[in-house]
Every structure is written in structure tokens, then in C-alpha cells.
């Protein structure tokens, strides 16, 4: 028994029991069932480059590359960086999933076996951010075969 005090100064006597027992275990079941629900989970978002079979390129050359960025929050923007230059390649424009595939002009002068390091970077909308990296090597042209001759196309006459 529990003693609550009245208001002129004599103690009534209460008796604590069951209610709050029975409280105490719908809050002990509410808090784990609140852990065994797929709910949305607050995380960078996810991001992915795919590349060409291969993952090679010439110099110069044009490279294909497939961006691909989720997150649950929405997407606030998605850019990737090569050979130092960083574009914004997805207007993700609050979308949940965003994808794009893209040219990259590969310049004159890198040499066969040198790689080419490609960053992608993904934010949401509330500041999470992922960054990932691929890359490619460059590989030499294959050389005209000695003693080859090369018939012009026909054209008009």
C-alpha cells in the first residue's frame, strides 16, 4: 500500500497494483514490436557506376557510363568527377530513384595502362551523402596491319 496525502493533512491509504504492472508491460511490447517493423531507416543513399564490359578505354575516346542512385528520404543531387572535372549527371529533383546514362569525352595524350579514376557522389535530402569510385584503364589502339590496304567506300558516282 501507498500513502497519498489529502488535502488537510491526514493520508488516505491507495493501493498500488495491476494498472501500472499491466502499463509497464504494454509499454515494454509496444517499444519491441516498434523494433520488428520495416519501417524507413535513416542512411546515406545508395549509389552505383556501371561500365562498359571490359572497363576499358581508349586515348582519346568517348567513355559510356550508367549512373544509378536511390534513397528512401529523396535525392538532392548525384555528380561524378573525371579526370578532374565534376559534373552534376542526375537532376535527381526530390525522386527516390534517379538514372542516367552518360558520354564522357576521354582526351588525347593518357598512356595505355594508366587508370582512369571516376568518383560518383549522392546526396539526399536530409545530408546524407555516398561516394563511390570506378575505374578504367587505357588501352593502346590496336595498329593497321602492315601491307593492309584500305578500299574507299563507294560512293556517288
Request: charged share 20%; hydrophobic share 40%.
Amino acid at each position: 500500500q501507498q500513502l497519498v496525502p489529502r488535502a488537510r493533512g491526514r493520508q488516505i491509504p491507495r493501493r498500488v497494483g495491476p494498472p501500472r504492472a499491466v502499463l509497464g508491460l504494454v509499454a515494454a511490447a509496444a517499444w519491441l514490436a516498434g523494433c520488428k517493423t520495416d519501417r524507413l531507416r535513416p542512411g546515406p543513399p545508395s549509389l552505383t557506376i556501371e561500365l562498359p564490359p571490359g572497363a576499358t578505354v581508349f586515348s582519346p575516346d568517348t567513355l559510356g557510363l550508367v549512373v544509378r542512385a536511390h534513397d528512401d528520404n529523396g535525392l538532392d543531387s548525384v555528380t561524378v568527377t573525371i579526370l578532374g572535372r565534376t559534373e552534376e549527371v542526375l537532376d535527381a529533383f526530390n525522386n527516390v530513384d534517379a538514372l542516367g546514362a552518360f558520354l564522357w569525352p576521354i582526351p588525347d595524350g593518357l598512356t595505355p595502362g594508366e587508370l582512369v579514376e571516376i568518383t560518383g557522389y549522392a546526396k539526399d535530402l536530409v545530408g546524407d551523402r555516398t561516394t563511390v569510385t570506378a575505374s578504367v584503364t587505357v588501352i593502346a589502339r590496336p595498329a593497321a596491319r602492315r601491307g593492309a590496304s584500305v578500299d574507299p567506300l563507294p560512293g556517288p558516282e
